[in-house]
């Protein structure tokens, strides 16, 4: 039996049945994030097999979510189509070698989205995600408003995570971002960073030595949490899953909520044509506005720096 999409529905389309694509899938049905979810692979069997295991659970969901396999034509009336296609790296392999690659991969799925017709948003989370959210936007020729990598977004979650943590705080009550490449590039901007109205480097008064290090220490472990995960279990996937269904949220409920989302830069920050994670109010339109926070001298240095990391390995894929 084949299941139509009625007008009024929110149809997610997902490119890529690996972990990340399935801890997102899985988190949607249990949060009842939208009405309709289509899985393409160029895997049939297997974008088959995972839809029949999550309509299994279906009677024990939120909502009566309508769970599909299907094809690039499926993109055409969805809201937004999101991509976590990709290959891993081989051994002895490069990280340019396996940027190509991956820009190869993209490339090919963004011209099967295309050509069904799909006037949607796309989210990408396929890894290196700047570098890759630019190759889709380009390739596809969409606005790039309409075009969102997951950027930082998890990165700022366990960083609000860890700072919760240290100071015995309900994270949700922690404000602050990572900000520029999801990688090794990343900083967190501290003198942007608060404890409901506190500023947190000012709750290091008294013991500012010692507390600062900590901060340091924390903003580290951010930067290496995927590097800890894999040691331990091979690959990261729930973190980013749900920070997607955080994303897809802000999106069809047109929630003008700041996440930090892999966004071009037109000028903002004084960056031009890259796309990194920074600060954005997200919508039913996508980006409906890039953030530009106070940063002091020495952020605004990290964050060209990363920039230019990410302009760099860019260029290098086109050569």
Same mark, same amino acid.
């Given at each position: ?92 392999? +490069? ?37 890759? +959210? ?17 950027? +930082?977004?998890?990165? +700022? ?163």
């Amino acid at each position: 039996m084949k299941f139509y999409s009625y007008p009024d529905s929110r149809k997610v389309a997902i490119v890529g049945t690996g972990m990340v694509g399935m801890s997102y899938a899985y988190a949607m049905l249990n949060q009842g994030a939208c009405d309709e979810l289509v899985l393409i692979d160029i895997n049939k069997e297997r974008a088959k097999g995972e839809a029949m295991d999550l309509n299994h659970g279906v009677p024990f969901a939120q909502t009566n979510m309508r769970i599909t396999e299907g094809d690039y034509e499926d993109c055409r009336d969805a809201d937004i189509v999101v991509i976590s296609a990709g290959v891993a790296q081989k051994e002895g392999e +490069t990280r340019l070698d396996l940027l190509q690659r991956n820009a190869n991969v993209l490339k090919s799925v963004t011209k099967g989205i295309m050509e069904s017709g799909f006037m949607g948003i796309i989210v990408v989370a396929t890894n290196p995600v700047d570098i890759m +959210t630019r190759v889709v936007q380009e390739y596809s020729g969409f606005n790039s408003k309409r075009v969102i990598g997951t950027g +930082t977004i998890l990165d +700022t979650a366990r960083l609000r995570y860890m700072v919760g943590d240290y100071f015995s705080v309900d994270p949700r009550n922690i404000h602050g971002y990572v900000m520029g490449e999801h990688g090794d590039s990343e900083f967190v901007p501290w003198s942007q960073a608060y404890l409901a109205t506190k500023k947190v480097l000012d709750l290091c008064d008294g013991d500012n030595e010692f507390c600062v290090k900590d901060l340091e220490k924390i903003s580290e472990q951010v930067r290496t949490s995927a590097y800890t995960i894999i040691k331990a279990k091979n690959a990261t996937y729930y973190g980013i899953g749900m920070s997607m269904v955080r994303l897809t949220k802000a999106i069809l409920g047109n929630e003008n909520s700041v996440l930090t989302v892999s966004a071009k830069l037109t000028g903002e920050y004084g960056q031009n044509g890259v796309y990194t994670g920074v600060p954005c109010i997200i919508g039913r339109s996508g980006i409906v506005e890039i953030l530009e926070i106070d940063m002091t001298e020495e952020e605004m240095e990290k964050l060209g720096s990363s920039c230019k990391t990410l302009v760099d390995f860019y260029g290098e894929i086109n050569k």
